[in-house]
């Protein structure tokens, strides 16, 4: 430990990201990224601005893309707030709503940086255990002190949380926030969006990682009633006013506009992921009921750490856990129709080793 | 106040950055960019990453942008940290450094983001005057309790602190972190780049946002010992894995290689600055000494506040800071020869006014 470091530093337990290979040789189906790339829109727009422009600072309000953002979702754009990815965003969020909080109550298996922004902002994480088939039971978030957040679909279960059972739980609870990461909801579960303007308790956070095929740009942005945005916002304003470059800002702002190429591919891949299930379960793996651009699987006969290494070796990534209890699972997210058929040729060899 | 706000929220003083219109109506001399544009090597360098591979996450660590900053710079990979813009490597290194300190001390006139950041992680901000001059001496900064920051050239002075007094407060105080934020630094003054072997308790911040025309990207670094570099990870892994998007990497990369460019804008600037000092000094102007890309004035018959209102009506956008001991000065960026005649030939009509 370094004598400058604050006590904070040698606390902190910091987030690993899923690996990122600097080399093109692996079919990468470990960090949930899209198969597909961005719309040609995306594009476009980015060319465009690719000039002297860059020069100046970008809009620290960043106010077109909430603009779209507001009109696309059906909000006023005070009931939007973009950042640099999701992660900024839930980041903010804790410092906003959470720090000083008696604690912070979330799913013993979900999103590994939760426990990170706890540690980070010294306040307690309450884990609630997960029922046994990984579903999550909002019924026993009632009463407790503290704020809320789960992630829905659930990571790295991919398991959808019902609409009815978030309403109960926003409206047994008015006095406790809930943060509702919906990272892969546009993979086949229902948003919270609908119910922003009658709960104000209520924050929904969504990615242009996933769903948006802009993983390599960070935008994310948050959803909620207009004095959660204003603190959003104050807390952004006195950390980094200019967390989206000019090129995010644009690019971010096409993906959102072209609502025909993002139903293409999210309906792709769910198609995709139907049949990689089918392929899966045909070589005996039981697989948790996914809405998300992921499956989250295991083998009876085999150990799942191992089963990952052999994956690595025949040039397949996927990420493996090691944590109580999903160290026997594997996450794969859900690639090309060519990269799952290559997936499912592997596998049977690896299966039989 | 909002009931979800946590305690932190409320007590926060944002800070405000200049104007950033979305009309093009303006000479815009009031946020320090830079009038040239990126070099051509940058823009070739973007436009080869717009692609399909925008799906993908960027590299977290940005080590090929690592390894040309501790290339360019004369320091190891592990010496080097990248974050989003150098007010995100500000606002992580007082988390990483000063949280839960006595006490940072920096001058009373300065960069206005620091005081923000002392409210966000709950540490006293302890001013200490500059000189009548606008002078800093480091002096008085000699065995005070806390960590030291002060950016050279000093903002929005543009004065340059000499490296010996900085080597003298170094060699004085090694139990004291010493941050150099040299946002500045390119358009004349010394860097402390050279004193970061030797000084384990410095930390140097720079940015692309002004000599590198890069505003418009986001990107800043710091330099110093590993155990500082090693922190500022740390603590940015347990924050924000991904700050730095793909084309934010590609062009801070191409803009740090291309140093025929890099020097022949800031010598440009440099020589556009000595200009425009005449000509504001004919004027019967009180400029006050810069080493940075902007001028900071006054006219003793002229009210500033009122100035700036009449150069905003006249279609010139300069800074203004209604704040004590400055309250009588304006900053001006250094744009073009063009914008800073300009500039000139307006002036006297509205001081005859």
């Given at each position: 430990?370094?004598?400058?470091?604050?006590?904070?530093?040698?606390?902190?337990?910091?987030?690993?990201?899923?690996?990122?290979?600097?080399?093109?040789?692996?079919?990468?189906?470990?960090?949930?990224?899209?198969?597909?790339?961005?719309?040609?829109?995306?594009?476009?727009?980015?060319?465009?601005?690719?000039?002297a422009?860059?020069?100046?600072?970008?809009d620290?309000?960043?106010?077109?893309?909430?603009?779209?953002?507001?009109?696309?979702?059906?909000?006023?754009?005070r009931?939007?707030?973009v950042?640099?990815?999701?992660?900024?965003?839930?980041?903010?969020?804790?410092?906003?709503?959470f720090?000083?909080?008696?604690?912070?109550?979330?799913?013993?298996i979900?999103?590994?940086f939760?426990?990170?922004?706890?540690?980070?902002?010294g306040?307690?994480?309450n884990?609630?255990?997960?029922?046994?088939?990984?579903s999550?039971d909002?019924?026993?978030?009632?009463?407790?002190?503290?704020?809320?957040?789960?992630?829905?679909?659930?990571?790295?279960?991919?398991?959808?949380?019902?609409?009815?059972?978030?309403?109960?739980?926003?409206?047994?609870n008015?006095?406790?926030?809930?943060?509702?990461d919906?990272?892969?909801?546009?993979f086949?579960?229902?948003?919270?969006?609908?119910?922003?303007?009658?709960?104000?308790?209520?924050?929904v956070i969504?990615?242009?990682?996933?769903?948006?095929?802009?993983?390599?740009?960070?935008?994310?942005?948050?959803?909620?009633?207009?004095?959660?945005?204003?603190?959003?916002?104050?807390?952004?304003?006195s950390?980094?006013?200019?967390p989206?470059?000019?090129?995010?800002?644009?690019?971010?702002t096409?993906?959102?506009?072209d609502?025909?190429?993002?139903?293409?591919?999210?309906?792709?891949i769910?198609?995709?992921?139907?049949?990689?299930v089918e392929?899966?379960?045909?070589?005996?793996?039981?697989?948790?009921?996914?809405?998300a651009n992921f499956?989250f699987v295991?083998?009876?006969?085999?150990?799942?750490?191992?089963?990952y290494?052999?994956?690595?070796?025949?040039?397949?990534?996927v990420?493996?856990?090691?944590?109580?209890?999903?160290?026997?699972?594997?996450?794969?997210?859900?690639?090309?129709?060519?990269?799952?058929?290559?997936?499912?040729?592997?596998?049977?060899?690896?299966?039989?080793d």
């Amino acid at each position: 430990m370094d004598k400058f470091w604050s006590p904070l530093v040698s606390r902190l337990q910091p987030y690993v990201p899923g690996e990122q290979p600097r080399d093109q040789h692996y079919i990468k189906l470990n960090t949930n990224e899209n198969p597909y790339p961005p719309s040609p829109q995306v594009i476009t727009a980015i060319n465009r601005h690719v000039d002297a422009g860059l020069r100046l600072y970008p809009d620290p309000q960043a106010l077109s893309l909430c603009e779209v953002i507001a009109g696309a979702t059906g909000v006023g754009v005070r009931n939007v707030f973009v950042g640099n990815g999701s992660d900024e965003v839930l980041a903010l969020a804790f410092m906003a709503f959470f720090s000083g909080a008696e604690q912070v109550n979330f799913p013993d298996i979900t999103y590994s940086f939760y426990p990170v922004y706890c540690g980070l902002f010294g306040v307690k994480a309450n884990t609630i255990p997960l029922e046994d088939d990984f579903s999550l039971d909002l019924r026993r978030y009632n009463g407790l002190p503290g704020g809320i957040i789960f992630p829905n679909p659930n990571a790295p279960t991919g398991r959808e949380t019902g609409l009815q059972a978030i309403e109960a739980l926003l409206a047994e609870n008015p006095d406790t926030l809930v943060i509702i990461d919906e990272a892969y909801v546009d993979f086949g579960a229902k948003s919270a969006l609908s119910l922003v303007g009658r709960y104000p308790n209520l924050l929904v956070i969504q990615t242009f990682s996933k769903s948006r095929s802009l993983a390599g740009m960070r935008v994310g942005f948050a959803i909620g009633d207009k004095g959660l945005i204003e603190a959003l916002n104050r807390v952004k304003d006195s950390f980094n006013s200019y967390p989206l470059d000019r090129l995010a800002q644009s690019a971010a702002t096409a993906a959102m506009q072209d609502g025909i190429y993002f139903n293409n591919i999210r309906r792709k891949i769910i198609e995709t992921r139907t049949q990689t299930v089918e392929g899966l379960e045909g070589l005996g793996f039981e697989v948790v009921p996914s809405q998300a651009n992921f499956v989250f699987v295991r083998h009876p006969q085999h150990d799942a750490g191992e089963l990952y290494e052999k994956l690595r070796s025949a040039g397949i990534l996927v990420r493996y856990f090691n944590k109580p209890r999903i160290d026997q699972y594997l996450r794969i997210t859900i690639g090309t129709d060519d990269e799952m058929q290559q997936l499912l040729q592997r596998l049977p060899v690896l299966l039989a080793d």
